[in-house]
């Protein structure tokens, strides 16, 4: 089974940027599209950026121009890129599988917490 481990998260203040890492082991990992969820206390996840195997990204309007995700296949490993950061992009953060892309999703891993605030 694909194991995914999520780093990079913190506490920075608004205006400020970090860069999130999502390890996978197995060298499927290249085959997949692969996505940056994030959840908020009481709010759904929700999927904000996605990239496909081939590099092609998309993104939700909220994060458009502020977010950036890349993967380097052949370190197995997804980032994204944030930088303007917003209090409301408060989160958990999750990688998995782009679920506009896949029947189904890979066990979740911890996430990692990104924090906004003055």
């Known amino acids: 089974q694909v194991q995914l481990v999520e780093s990079g998260g913190g506490l920075v203040q608004p205006g400020g940027s970090l860069r999130l890492s999502c390890a996978a082991s197995?060298?499927?990992?290249?085959?997949?599209?692969m996505g940056w969820y994030r959840q908020a206390p009481g709010k759904q996840r929700e999927l904000v950026a996605a990239?496909?195997?081939?590099?092609?990204?998309n993104y939700v309007d909220s994060v458009k121009g502020r977010f950036t995700i890349s993967r380097d296949n052949a370190k197995n490993t997804v980032y994204l890129q944030m930088n303007s950061l917003k209090p409301e992009d408060t989160a958990a953060y999750y990688c998995n599988k782009d679920q506009s892309r896949s029947s189904s999703l890979l066990g979740w891993g911890q996430g990692t917490q990104v924090t906004v605030s003055s």
């Open positions: 197995g060298s499927i990992f290249r085959f997949f599209a």
């Open positions: 990239i496909t195997s081939g590099g092609s990204t």
